[in-house]
Structures are given as structure tokens and as C-alpha cells.
């Protein structure tokens, strides 16, 4: 087994609709046998002689051995390049890069492990429960999204975990509100040692704060950050780039590709997100318009 | 590796045409996971500037038709990093490496070359000219033959005796010509033809600039015709000029098309975002090409389109299509 990523033709098992998301199973072995949770996958989009360019970096929601190694994608079809991937048809062959990125850092000693997905970014909290409960680790679940429709894997977390609770905003399912309104009450209930999520940016930063007012480290994938902003996803292309401080104190804008997208919460400078923050290294000391308009 | 692609730029001499574009390819590190860096005719790395830049906020790139706009802000470790952290690995691998410098004055130019003179294991260096000037309120070196000559000259005058210098130009000028004997008069000895190209979206949800920046370069297929221009008008005026051709190659015809026009190299840039195995693909794909025109050698192919209808350039016989030693 090695560390380093492929690129391989993937041939396509199934593609599903899972409430408002795609769920998408390829055969890739090499990719299935690298994985750990937490990492992501590069698609080119559009076929051989596309004009789209961009890579799409989408979580994995789980690897399984059948056929060989199969990998297990969960999105939303709402732009084109996401779109034409949910129009493949079993046997279509997709160019697939993977896997990427850093995964979920795991505790060595089998600890309580709150695990929060939003939307399809829920999709790729399960992997990381897989591994979790083999390692003799409690495992309960924060499942979130706007309605019933965006909520992933509610079933799925009642099955597996020793908890799973659901929030959604117009209360369609499970209680009304947002992650920030039951997860303080969650973690006190489960005694949670360490919380990890994959979602949507606001919930992530909720999350990281909860988490730092209990004393508690967080783990979350910038996911969805990385889908906005990432071209390449193998870390060559620097248009993902986001605030993390490090160690000593420095801000240094960080690849959500390659250097996450799991991060440690607490690292994270949540609400600089889309700046360059005024102290970080290399910002900007003037600003200008005309400063480095091409490149 | 056949000596069918072997090529001369200059005074550089590569084993095949096939570089990596400027700020495309990382450090070479993230390509490495994919293909060995050794099988490229050279890797060019992004353009170092004397210090460590953040660049410009997200969003920093989008999509267009055929291309990609990215307004980046040139970020990058800075040359003290670079040199300790980056180079030193290139060269370790045995990769050919061309670095590019950039700056925003004519003294960081002259300074980074400077730097580079006793650093051991350089191939060339390339100008990336296409850099706003503060010292002229931000107007770009690579817009004005005299701005671009003066950047040219002292990296010239600061670069190591020898070592060969190319000038990376911008296609969005009135005369690329002009700028393009400008920088060979100033002592560059091969230009690369082109960067980016200054263009524009606008997000129609938002309804405002797609970037954080406004306008970006385009970059992608959506430039190879320019790209193309600009190669062939240079070298209709500078045949003995050596080229480096780049913007919107993705295939081996791609490629082919800069060399007939007049390139003896060609860089990948965008393609490796959408496929990071491209630079052995596209130089597999080329000499395919060349084989299958009976072509023998790369040099016989440079500049072809120049010459007139219905002239044959050197054929190889198919039954020994290696077999071209003169
Ligand atoms: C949330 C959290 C809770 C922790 N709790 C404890 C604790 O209670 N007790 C304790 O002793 N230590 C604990 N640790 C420390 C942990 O066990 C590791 O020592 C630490 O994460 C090492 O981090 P690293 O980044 O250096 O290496 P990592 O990148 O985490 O790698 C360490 C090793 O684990 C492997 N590895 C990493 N991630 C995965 C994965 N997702 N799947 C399979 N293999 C993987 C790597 O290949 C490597 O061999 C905790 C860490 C975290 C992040
Ligand atoms: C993200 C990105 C970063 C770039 N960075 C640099 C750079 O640092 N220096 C430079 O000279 N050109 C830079 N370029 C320009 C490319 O090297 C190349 O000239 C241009 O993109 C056209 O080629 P392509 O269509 O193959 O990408 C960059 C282009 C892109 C898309
Ligand atoms: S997506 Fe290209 S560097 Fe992160």
C-alpha cells in the first residue's frame, strides 16, 4: 500500500438519488485500497475533449471491497460540472484522482467521538465512524441541513452509532434549529472526548467553537470550501487557499486540497475565510489595486 | 527516450520539448506523486519573487469557456525559501529546472538573478516580464518595449555568465514584436510566448466580478489561437530565436501546432489541473505525431508552417522510422 495518490479510469457502478443529493459508486481500486476517512477525490468533468477545466474535489462517503475496491461519492447536481457527473450511466468510465488531501486524525485509545455532518458533507463523517467504531471508539452522530431532504445518512446513523441526533432549520425532521442549538447539550449527554465534522463553513465554525468552550479539540473537513474554490486538488493550482495558524502564533494561508481539508478547528481563522488576513505571512503591507493583476 | 525529440534552445540543450508552465506546477513535489519529473525536457517554477507573498483573497479563479480566469497575486514563499526549501529538492531529483523570477521593481529583477548566480544545477532562468510595475503606477513591465528590455538587462547583468535568459511575454500588447526584439536586444537568449492574457467575468447571481480581483489572466485552450499568433509572428521576425511555446496546450497536435509555428519547446500550464499526468502524455502524443508525418527529427518541424505550400520537410522511411542519424 503507498501513500501517494493515483489517477485512474474509473467505470461507473451506479448512480442514485439520495433525497436532494446524488450518491455515485465507482469502481476504483487503487483509490479504495489508499483511503483513509476524511480524504477526497478529484473528478474531471464533461469527458475527453470537455471545455471545463476544473477539477471537482468531492468527499468520500465510503470505500467498500466489491469488485475489487469500489469508492462512494455523495454531492449536490447543482452546477454544470456536478450535473453532468449525475447524468453518467452504469459502465460510463470517469477520470478519478485520489485519494487526496490529509484525513481525520485518529485517537489512539478508544474515546467518545462526536461526529457532525451538514448537508451531503455528512456523507463523509461515516467512513471516518467505520474506522472509529473498529477501533473500539463511541461513536454519535449530529446530523444538520435546512430540511428533511438535505439531511444525509439520519437512517444509516441510528444504525451504527451509539447516538445520532437530527436538526434541521425548518424542523421538517428531528428537532428545529441549527448544529449551535444542540450540540452543547449533545456533548455534555455523550461526554464526547472529541468532536469532528464535515460541512457547510458556518457549521464547522460553530462547531469549533463549542467544541473550544468545552476543551474539547475538533477535527472538521473544509470540504466545502475546497468544492468552491479548488481547481486542481492535488495542490499544484494555489486558488484554495485559506487562514490556519499555526504553532508559533504566524497566520499562513494553507491548500484546503493539500494540506487539509481535514484541519484542527481550533487553527482555523473562520471568519477571515475569502481574505487574506492583514497579519498573515506575505499579506499584502499596501493595498493596491494594481498589485499582482495577472497570476 | 528517442533522439527524434531531443531540442536546442539556445544554449540549452533538452532531451525532449515537453516544460511544465510557470506557477502550473507547484513545487514539483505534487506533481511528482504522478509521473517522474525527470521525464519532462525541463520544469519551470513559479514565479519567485525576493519575498513571501499571500497573494490575492479567494475567490482567486473561474471557470470560462475553454479556460480558466485566475487572479492569483503572484503568492509564493519568497526566494529565501524557495532556495532553501524548494530548489534544493528539484535538483536533488535530477530535474532540469528553469526557474522564473518576478518582481515589482527593475532592482528585485536584477537582485533574484543575483541570488541564483552560485546556486548550482540551474538550467536557465526565465523573466516573467508580465509583472506590475510600482515603480510606474502599476502599469506592466511586459506592456512597454523599454520597461521589458530593462528587466531583461539586469537579470542579464546579474545572472551567471552563460547561463541562458528567456523573457516571458504578454500576449495582450499592441506589437509583440516590438517587445519581443526589445528583450533579445537586451540579452535574452529565447522568449516565451505567452502568459496570460488580462480579461474579465462577471457573475450573473452576484451580479458582480466573478474574482476578488476583478480582472484575471485567461489562461486554457480559450488562448491557444493568440498563443499561436504571437509564436508565429515572433519567429517570422526572429527565426533564430529560440521559442517556448505555451498557452492551452493539452494534446500532442496542440504542441505540434507551436512548433510549426515557430516554437522548439512548448510548457504545459492549465492541462495539469485537469490532468496532472500531462506532460509525459502530451510529449508521448507529439512524437506520435511526428512519426506518423514521417518526421525525423523535432528541428525539422520548427517553424514548417513558415515555409511555403507544398514544400516537404525531411522524411524518415516508415519501415525505420528511428534510424535518422546524420
Ligand atoms: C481528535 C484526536 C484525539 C486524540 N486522542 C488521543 C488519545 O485519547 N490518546 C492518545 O494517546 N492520542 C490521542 N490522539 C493522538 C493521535 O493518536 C495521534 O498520535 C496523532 O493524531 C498523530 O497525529 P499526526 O498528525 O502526527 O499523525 P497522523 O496523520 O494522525 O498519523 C499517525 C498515524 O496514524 C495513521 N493514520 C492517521 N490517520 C488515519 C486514518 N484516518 N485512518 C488510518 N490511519 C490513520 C497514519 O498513517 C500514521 O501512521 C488524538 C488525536 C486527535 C486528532
Ligand atoms: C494559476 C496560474 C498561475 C500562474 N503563475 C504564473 C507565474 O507565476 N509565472 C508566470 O510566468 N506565469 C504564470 N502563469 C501563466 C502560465 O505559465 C502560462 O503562461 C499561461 O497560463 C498560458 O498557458 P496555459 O494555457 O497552458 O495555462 C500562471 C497561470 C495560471 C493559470
Ligand atoms: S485545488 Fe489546486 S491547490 Fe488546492
Redesign the pocket.
Known sequence: MSDTPVQTSATVLTVRQVQDYRAMTLVAPAIAERF???QFVALAVGGEHTSRLVRRCIGVHEVKSDYGGTVELVFADTEPGTAWLAGRRSRDQIDLVGPLG????????P?TCLLVGGGPGGAAVFA?AD?LLRRGCRVHFVLAGASARQVFGSRMAQRIGDSSAVVTEDGSMGEKGTVRDVLPRVIEETGA??V?GCGPTALLRSLTQIAGDFGL?S?VSVEEFLQQTGACGIGVCMTCMLPVHGEDGVTRMVRACADGPVLRGDRVRWGDLGTIPFDALGAPRVLSVSEGGLQ | MSERVTTTLGPLELPNPVLTASGCGGTGRELAQFFDLTRLGAFVTTSVMAQARAGRPTPRVTETPSGLLTAMGLPGPGVETFLERDLPWLIEQEVRTIVSVAGSSVEEYGDLARRLRNVPGVAAIEVNVACPNVEDRGRMFGWHPAAAASVVRAVRAHARPGLPVFAKLAPDVTDIVTIALACVDAGADGLTLINTMDAMAIDPQTLRPALTGVSGGLSGPAVRPVAVRCVYQVHAALPTTPIIGVGGISTGLDALEFILAGASAVAVGTALFHDPAAGPRVLRELEEALAARRIGRLADAVGLAHKPAGYVPPQVRPQEPEKEKL
Do not use: A, E, I, S
Open positions: 483513509r476517512p476524511g490529509r484525513p481525520f486524525r485518529l485517537p489512539r485509545d474515546v471516518l474506522t472526548d472529541v469532528y479539540p477535527q
